[in-house]
């Protein structure tokens, strides 16, 4: 591919990844006031919160965990797109396919939209999440290729009088490593918050078909629990399980008793 196309496409990815994430499936939304959300605010400070207090950053193990978790996630992510890309075939079905325009064409138009927006959105969503986990992976491998470890907390601030090539050197060290940190951190928390906004889009989805399809049947003299104890009983529910738990508190009284 092309330098000048995958710059635009990447761009493209993450203006689509963030604009996605505040859309419903009408495909409107309230941006946020500020650039990030709510939750990426959190992740924000709690990445900051880790630079300061994990001085050395990330064991060995931590990495291996998130390369192999992330790998794993990539993977299923690409399936998840090349398969709900063939399922939304159905919307420009009625093209090519005879019988199926009847079908199509049938849907409403308003269920039409709910779809392409969810199609597209998922696409988004799970894109965005790739690409935020490729960019972890990328900066793990990183700091492993060229041996990032940096204990911060053993380095102080100096007065610029005393400044030189090697202090200027080593503050330029620490703070890229420290920025690497915070950047696999937040990459890493956002990665799972937009896993979280993939699936409340697919519940999305799948409770407004089920809302559609619910049959319209009702059902009459229905009562809870409650109610059908004391009129099958004659008790109330509540006196029976009030009941049980005096019973079991005297019960392990009389084992703390016994003990001692």
């Known amino acids: 591919m092309n330098s000048n196309l995958l710059i635009y496409y990447l761009f493209r990815l993450i203006k689509d990844g963030h604009e996605w994430q505040y859309k419903n ?24 919160i880790f630079c300061l207090y994990k001085p050395t950053g990330l064991t ?12 794993i996630m ?30 199509i064409d049938s849907i409403q138009p308003v269920k039409k939209l709910h779809l392409w927006n969810f199609y597209y959105q998922f696409n988004a969503l799970t894109s ?7 960019s972890v992976i990328m900066l793990i491998l990183i700091g492993l290729l060229f041996d990032m470890e940096m204990d911060i907390s053993e380095y102080d601030f100096i007065s610029y ?9 080593t503050f330029m060290r620490g703070f890229f490593i420290v920025s690497m940190r915070f950047c696999i951190v937040y990459f890493l928390l956002d990665f799972f918050i937009i896993c979280l906004y993939a699936t409340c889009t697919i519940y999305q989805y799948i409770r407004l078909d089920f809302l559609e399809k619910r049959p319209d049947i009702q059902v009459y003299n229905e009562e809870n629990i409650s109610s059908t104890f004391k009129r099958e009983y004659g008790v109330d529910i509540k006196i029976v399980r009030l009941s049980v738990i005096i019973i079991l ?7 703390l008793y016994g003990f001692i």
Do not use: R
């Open 25 to 48: 499936l009408n495909g409107k939304g309230e941006k946020p006031k500020l650039f990030f959300s709510f939750l990426q605010i959190i992740a924000l400070c709690v990445s900051c």
């Open 60 to 71: 060995s193990n931590a990495t291996d965990h998130i390369l192999t978790c992330l790998s």
């Open 74 to 103: 990539v993977a299923l992510f690409l399936s998840l797109i090349i398969v709900i890309f063939d399922k939304s075939k159905q919307i420009k079905a009625s093209k090519s396919i005879g019988k199926a325009d009847e079908m």
């Open 128 to 134: 965005y999440a790739i690409l935020l986990s490729i």
């Open 161 to 169: 009088k005393l400044w030189d090539k090697d202090s200027i050197f």
């Open 249 to 255: 508190l005297i019960i392990f009284s009389g084992i």
